[in-house]
């Protein structure tokens, strides 16, 4: 496991950004930020930039982009996948993808030891199964996101229906789950419409998914 921020790992970062690529065709604007964040410090205001690959002899296997938020208390999973030659691969006793997951949640877990609220994601009708049968709970809020993520002013102001999942702190049983979960909404939202995508809180709809976080101080995630 390999973290390329910071100027780390750099002999990694176009086997990343080609993987984006090809995975995520919608997006081809993505690898440029990729590439950014590559080169600078991962540290910012409120959060932690995590651009993390895995390599399997050698080889590529997997990646994820996602934002250590300590202001909202989250690990937030913006994209990744694991290369198909990799996806049923054992390791450690566990399939490749539940190892790697339990290793990104066991780091950031260490970084927000408190009021630690767990990994949220964004999922669409078609991943949402696959995405179950690893453990993630749907969150049962009206979701939505801008279709053309954090170029959304420049490209479009659309929207999108997706589902917001969530995988809980390790360690609580179902009792605890339920009660934690409604206090997951609000920050779930607002780390992805208000600190990932930018979005204006002023906006109705953005306003109603994040409620109160709308008035906690944002992370900046621009450095230069």
Known sequence: MFDVTGGRNLHLLDDLCRIQLENF??????????????????????????????????????????????????????????????????????????????TRRSLVSNIIADGWLGSIAESSDSALPVLLTSGWIPLPIEYRAPVHLMRWRELGPETERLTLIWLPPDGLDPEQV?????????????????????????????????GAEVDRPRPLRERT
């Open 25 to 102: 065709t919608d997006y081809p604007f993505v690898p440029d930020q990729m590439r950014r964040d590559a080169h600078l410090p991962a540290p910012r205001d409120g959060l932690i930039a995590a651009q993390w690959a895995y390599t399997v002899d050698g080889t590529t296997a997997s990646y994820q982009v996602a934002d250590i938020n300590v202001t909202r208390r989250l690990h937030v999973v913006i994209f990744g996948t694991v290369e198909k030659p990799f996806r049923k691969l054992a390791f450690r006793g566990k399939r490749f993808y539940h190892w790697a997951t339990a």
């Open 178 to 210: 339920a009660e934690l979960q409604p206090r997951v909404y609000q920050p779930a939202a607002a780390a992805f419409l208000l600190d990932v995508y930018g979005l204006d809180p002023d906006i109705p709809w953005v306003a109603t998914l994040c």
